[in-house]
């Protein structure tokens, strides 16, 4: 996944402080994730590949993991470009046209159980543009 494209979606994900877990070997990742979190809520970046890669805001609680959400109030599935077009787009908790339904996660909108522990984790302000380069 080393498209330009990718990479400046990317970058801006980082200018726009989101935190960053990559699981798997760091120079050939099996999934990266990337989290936004707001007062009330987390948008969250799958990316599993080029061509496979979800996007989604959850609530947050006490106690709530991201990656396993129970409810979210917008999902999106499709290539990383548009997966990450899609987040990037997202309105801000509170807008108008912020989403505020109620829906059930697809199953996309879950990392693999066998997936293991994150050999990384990138909180926002220490990501930087080598730090994003995923592939499968």
Known sequence: MCSSEIDLLLTELRRTVWGLW????????????????????????ILRGEDDATAYRTPTMLGSDVFVPDLVSWQYHSSAVWTLRAALALPPPGHAQAPIAVLKPDLLCFLPADLGQPVT????????????????
Do not use: Y
Request: glycine share 10%.
């Open 22 to 45: 990559v699981f798997g070997p760091k120079h050939g990742p099996d999934v990266v994730a990337a989290v936004h979190r707001w007062q009330t809520c987390a948008d969250v970046v």
């Open 121 to 136: 984790i990138r909180p926002p302000q220490l990501t930087g543009p080598a730090d994003w380069k995923v592939g499968r």
